[in-house]
């Protein structure tokens, strides 16, 4: 068989995913604080065969720009409001059968421990669908409202993560496939031969296991992850089984591929262990013409200071200092601007102006739109697809669910007809849509 194209639906439990208009927007139905907003969504894009949902995440209110929120809150900034994805995920397993399932938590404001149990219950109440979008948090906002005076520093971050997915991996090992018996008839539950003893002594973190929750379907949750920097994309490299980006255009879509498969490599993994999947907001209508409307008509509602906004807060840096004339160069070259903040700016496009990123921002956080017939997306996604530009992709909606529901029954029989997509789940779990391998016993 060829190699079959993977798609994820990409959700926030809030009002604001990346577009910042889809609250607003008239084709949205209900809004986030209704179960039915996420159940609708789910079964849709199970019906199209995706491989999984999954929700980001973020845990405070940002005031990075101008040291205020009341912009962030008037008007719906990414960040301003939502609820917490696991509950959601556990009510969602109830209402699909194949789909994969995924939610955001951090490793700076977490501990391994919570992370373990929630996703090893997940897990196997979903039989095998669970995945774990690890981040490290982006900025002091988050850090106060969990009583710390700063966030760490970035690179700091990603070190206490490392730390900490090996220790919530060790937990999740901790339990042999076999170990739980349940036979009644000899009153023997588990062989403790077969439970393992954990004690982790770190820099970061004590732990003594084992967990107390047998070894899951999957053995562990699949690992998500999304840091473009070259720290984050080392820790992808070691831990991810499926990696989300966002990108311009294929040549930086193949070129972000090569980096990571080469990366994952030199830790000893098969390129394929991780997929790569780029982020893309498709506008589909009955021509060109009328998808170009479409987007038009989103893009009008997405206000440009709330791109801003939203910039501010997940570099953690205040730019309502700069005019909005200025280039990026100019701000990046600030020689008080700290280095991974200069990084973040160059990587979003040197020649733009802080007022051009805002308005990107506002519209779709730089997902690039795509528009056109249901045939013409199926096509343009092949063609990237092909020439090696991703593994599949992440699908970001400009109104819930009318941009799934559009999405499966138009682009979707295209993708099936080109022979890139599969045309039935041939698994249960989410590894097995994946085609990852699965994770041996005592690993």
């Given at each position: 068989m060829s190699r079959q194209m993977h798609l994820?639906?990409?959700?926030?439990?809030?009002?604001?995913?990346h577009s910042h208009a889809v609250w607003r927007h008239p084709d949205t139905e209900g809004h986030y604080l209704e179960p039915e907003y996420y159940t609708r969504t789910a079964k849709i894009v199970e019906e199209g065969l995706f491989d999984f949902l999954f929700f980001a995440d973020r845990l405070a209110i940002g005031d990075q720009m101008g040291g205020s929120r009341e912009t962030a809150l008037r008007y719906g900034a990414q960040d301003a409001t939502r609820l917490d994805p696991m509950p959601i995920l556990s009510y969602l397993i109830a209402h699909t059968q194949r789909l994969g399932l995924g939610a955001t938590r951090s490793t700076t404001y977490y501990e391994p421990a919570h992370v373990a149990r929630a996703f090893a219950t997940l897990d196997h109440l979903s039989r095998g669908r669970a995945a774990w979008n690890i981040v490290t948090s982006m900025n002091d906002s988050e850090g106060r409202l969990f009583g710390k005076a700063r966030h760490l520093e970035h690179d700091v971050r990603y070190d206490r993560a490392d730390e900490f997915v090996e220790v919530a991996c060790q937990l999740?090992?901790?339990w042999e496939h076999d170990a739980l018996q349940l036979d009644r008839v000899h009153g023997?539950?588990?062989?403790?031969?077969?439970?393992?003893?954990?004690?982790?002594?770190?820099?970061?973190?004590?732990?003594?296991?084992p967990l107390n929750i047998p070894r899951s379907p999957q053995g562990r949750p699949v690992l998500i992850q999304a840091g473009s920097s070259g720290r984050g994309r080392r820790f992808g490299a070691r831990w991810a089984e499926a990696i989300f980006t966002i990108q311009p255009d294929l040549a930086r879509m193949r070129a972000f591929r090569e980096d990571v498969r080469a990366q994952v490599t030199q830790h000893g993994r098969s390129a394929d262990s991780c997929k790569v999947l780029t982020a893309v907001m498709p506008f589909?209508?009955?021509?060109?013409?009328e998808a170009e409307a479409r987007r038009d008509e989103h893009n009008a509602l997405a206000r440009p200071e709330l791109g801003l906004v939203t910039l501010s807060s997940q570099l953690n840096f205040d730019f309502s200092g700069y005019p909005?004339?200025?280039?990026?160069?100019q701000i990046a070259a600030e020689p008080d601007l700290p280095p991974s903040v200069a990084e973040k700016l160059l990587s979003l496009g040197s020649e733009s102006t802080l007022e051009s990123l805002g308005r990107a921002f506002a519209s779709s956080v730089r997902v690039p739109q795509m528009v056109g017939s249901g045939q013409q997306v199926a096509e343009q996604l092949a063609e990237l697809f092909l020439a090696g530009g991703c593994d599949g992709f992440v699908i970001s909606?400009?109104?819930?669910p009318g941009s799934f529901t559009e999405f499966v029954e138009s682009v979707v029989p295209h993708l099936k007809r080109l022979g890139v997509y599969r045309t039935a789940y041939e698994g249960s779990t989410l590894r097995e849509h994946l085609d990852l391998a699965p994770l041996e016993s005592h690993s």
């Open positions: 994820a639906a990409f959700l926030l439990a809030g009002p604001v995913i999740w090992q901790s023997i539950l588990a062989d403790p031969g077969k439970v393992r003893a954990l004690q982790h002594n770190g820099k970061w973190f004590s732990v003594e296991g589909v209508g009955g021509s060109l013409a909005l004339n200025a280039s990026i160069a909606p400009g109104y819930v």
